[in-house]
């Protein structure tokens, strides 16, 4: 028999900082698009050409080429030109705003104003038309789909982030309840070390840069407490200088990861490195 399905718009993005490449990866994929990401300008000039997407999200400041040389390139391409692109980028200057919209951009954000669903919503707005329906053969007896098992280290973890990036908050915890975990979250310090004291969680996922007292506070607070200075701390954060490492470990943060150079995957890793290292002490 028959069935109709829908085919959905694929959506490549352009982006080279790991995390958060990898967390806009799988919202939109959540968002029942397909979509494939690349990590600097060439790769993503060739998967611009190679896959012909419905959508193209584009970082601006990337290695090998940057976003405007691949606007340029995709600009005099008669087959990618019609091809819609939303820029997502650090900087909100006019002047480089003015710069990409010369280039035909249908949008742009800026990354300290990011709101996912803001996000998908534009995503959604260029799309729309965009899917078709096919008629398919559907297959008598479809198998079921098996429900990817936690990580058995982790389910039933309470895993505390503090982070007032909303995007992020919204991708660690999708992540972290597929793996069995329950998830604490606060925005700023003075909340968390709060909810730490009630909560007493398994590990505490904290970044530096926050509104009030800063994440290197917030550790040597959870340090000098002796309700809490036993919970181990990873540091989550986009500063990634010799001496921002130095001090996180001086002051007793079990990893120090920097956001731009780790995916989801290696994050959950790191945990459960720290907790099984934890439970042998």
Not at 16 to 22: L, V
Not at 128 to 137: C, L, N, Q, T, Y
Not at 262 to 275: F, G, M, P, S, Y
């Amino acid at each position: 028999m028959s069935s109709l399905f829908t085919v959905p718009s694929t959506i490549l993005i352009i982006e080279d900082d790991i995390f958060f490449g990898d967390a806009l990866l799988q919202k939109v994929r959540s968002g029942g698009y397909e979509a494939f990401l690349a990590r600097d300008g060439v790769s993503g000039l060739k998967e611009l050409r190679d896959r012909r997407p419905d959508l193209v999200l584009l970082d601006i400041v990337l290695p090998k080429m940057t976003g405007y040389d691949v606007l340029e390139a995709k600009q005099k391409d008669p087959g990618l030109a019609h091809i819609p692109v939303i820029v997502i980028s650090r900087s909100g200057e006019p002047a480089e705003v003015n710069r990409a919209l010369s280039f035909g951009v249908k949008d742009y954000v800026v990354k300290s104003e990011f709101d996912p669903e803001e996000v998908m919503e534009k995503v959604r707005l260029q799309l729309s038309g965009k899917d078709i329906s096919v008629a398919v053969k559907a297959p008598e007896n479809p198998p079921l789909k098996a429900k990817p098992p936690s990580s058995p280290g982790l389910s039933g973890k309470k895993i505390m982030w503090v982070e007032d990036d909303k995007f992020l908050s919204d991708i660690i915890a999708r992540k972290l309840s597929a793996h069995g975990c329950v998830l604490l979250h606060a925005a700023e310090g003075e909340s968390a070390l709060k909810m730490l004291e009630k909560e007493h969680p398994d590990l505490v996922l904290l970044d530096i840069l926050l509104s009030g007292i800063d994440g290197f506070e917030i550790l040597k607070r959870i340090k000098s407490n002796e309700k809490t200075k036993k919970t181990p701390v990873i540091l989550l954060s986009n500063l990634g200088q010799k001496e921002d490492i130095e001090k996180g470990e001086s002051l007793g943060a079990a990893r120090f990861l920097v956001k731009a150079t780790v995916t989801l995957d290696e994050i959950i890793a790191e945990i459960q490195k720290v907790l099984e290292e934890e439970g042998r002490r």
